[in-house]
């Protein structure tokens, strides 16, 4: 809802409600007795008013609360979409032992197909997802493929992982790696 709005309407509602009851109806005072407790004189006009800014009060308190639960709402969702995002990342590099733990329901069963699933990009795909990581991941699963060396240090890949291997290969193939580093380091 929009609260600014609404407390707009309230109050030409209040000021021509209290115009419309001073002016037309009775411009008497009253004083009420409540639970034995006398209250101070006050206009009619006053009295009819109370009741609907009370109401204002408790709805905009009610707007608010769902609104602030809602966007809790919306920020697991968000979350959730990032981790989605980061899994599949994980699948296209072939990582081991993914592990994401999702909040809402709707992404948990997705989640879970993606973390126990191998994925590999078609051929056709190159980079026109309108994810920045998902296009850099497969970016450099396209560059890999072609015989260039990327750099894979940041995704902390283990050394049976394929694209490693390969990335080694081709670092071999290119001239910046010699026979003896890599009979050095298994």
């Known amino acids: 809802m929009y609260i600014k709005r609404y407390t707009i309407a309230v109050f030409v509602l209040i000021v021509a409600l209290s115009i419309y009851v001073y002016g037309f109806i009775t411009q008497d005072s009253m004083d009420i007795n409540f639970f034995g407790t006398k209250l101070p004189s006050l206009p009619v006009a006053l009295w009819v008013v109370a009741p609907v800014v009370l109401l204002y009060v408790g709805s905009v308190a009610h707007m608010l609360f769902y609104s602030i639960a809602n ?37 948990k069963l997705l989640g879970n197909l993606v973390d126990s699933s191998t994925l590999l990009p078609a051929e056709t795909i190159n980079e026109t997802v309108e994810n920045k990581k998902i296009n850099t991941i497969i970016g450099l699963i396209n560059n890999i493929k072609d015989g260039e060396v990327v750099d894979l240090r940041k995704y902390s890949l283990a050394p049976s992982n394929k694209f490693l291997i390969q990335n080694e290969k081709n670092r071999y193939a290119k001239g910046d790696i010699s026979s003896d580093a890599i009979l050095n380091n298994p």
């Not at 709402?73 to 990582?95: F, S, W």
């Open 71 to 107: 966007a809790l709402r919306e920020r697991r969702y968000k979350k959730d979409h990032e981790k989605i995002v980061d899994a599949i990342a994980d699948a296209y590099l072939g990582k081991d032992n993914r592990t994401h733990v999702y909040k809402t329901e709707r992404y």
